[in-house]
């Protein structure tokens, strides 16, 4: 694993110092690594949710009723596929 030196001002090494010693981490390389995970997801969902409002312009405009999008979608949910 490779090592990587960062800065941070006293406030901030304090919280983070202080989240490893909350006992949820074993220490603070676990804590950044968690922090970093999350940012990676929230990074993918929100490249999803891009690709998803993409496809939908690209869609064009739909002659289906708000009933039948909300039911389209209820049963795509249902089947796994959203």
């Known amino acids: 694993m490779a090592t990587m030196n960062i800065s941070l001002p ?6 983070v110092e202080a989240q490893a010693k909350s006992g949820k981490y074993g220490n603070v390389s676990d804590y950044m690594r968690d ?7 929230r ?13 939908a312009r690209a869609g064009g405009i739909s002659n289906k009723t708000a009933e039948e999008v909300i039911a389209t979608a209820r049963a795509k949910a249902r089947a796994g596929a959203v």
């Open 10 to 15: 006293d406030q901030m090494r304090e919280w």
């Open 35 to 41: 922090l970093i995970r999350h940012d990676q997801e």
């Open 43 to 55: 990074e993918m969902k929100i490249a999803h949710m891009q690709k998803l409002v993409d496809e």
